[in-house]
């Protein structure tokens, strides 16, 4: 507004890869969040149950930092295909102009089954986790219990 500095433009299509990724890796974090809440049975073991998630999502963003010296590099292309850092990285790939087509597609296809096996596994922690009463539970001892 006031031309003190410029925005750089966005191609549309990058903004349609970032978007896809915000939907997808929210997917993922979102489902894997739902079974470790499950495993709380107490607003006090809540913390406890997400630190490692957050801590996951946290060594993600610092690979797709890494990723930015090398966006075409091996560190790039593995964890294009792992679904909790394909999120972060992916769109640095893309933006650098060095994901091929056939990647993306792979990288979006092993996301979409990764939520859908998550959805699996959380609701089975959830069903031995979320509706048993007492103290906090580990993620064996809930998927485990769980009927079916």
């Known amino acids: 507004m006031t031309g003190a500095f410029g925005l750089p433009t966005v191609p549309v299509d990058l903004l349609g890869v970032i978007l896809l990724w ?5 997917g993922v974090y979102m489902v894997v969040c739902g079974a470790a809440g499950a495993l709380a049975s107490r607003m006090e073991d809540a913390q406890s149950v997400m630190t490692p998630i957050t801590m996951l ?12 010296n ?49 959805m699996w596994i959380g609701g089975r922690v959830y069903a031995g986790g979320a509706l048993r009463f007492g103290g906090k539970i580990g993620w064996r001892e809930a998927y485990r219990s769980a009927e079916g």
């Open 22 to 26: 915000v939907v997808l890796g929210f």
């Open 57 to 68: 999502a946290i060594v993600s963003f610092f690979i797709s930092l890494q990723v930015l």
């Open 70 to 118: 090398d966006p075409d590099g091996v560190l790039g292309v593995v964890t294009t295909f792992v679904p909790v850092t394909a999120p972060f990285v992916v769109p640095v790939r893309a933006a650098f102009g060095v994901l091929p087509v056939w990647q993306h597609i792979l990288a979006v296809l092993v996301a979409l089954v990764a939520v859908v096996g998550l």
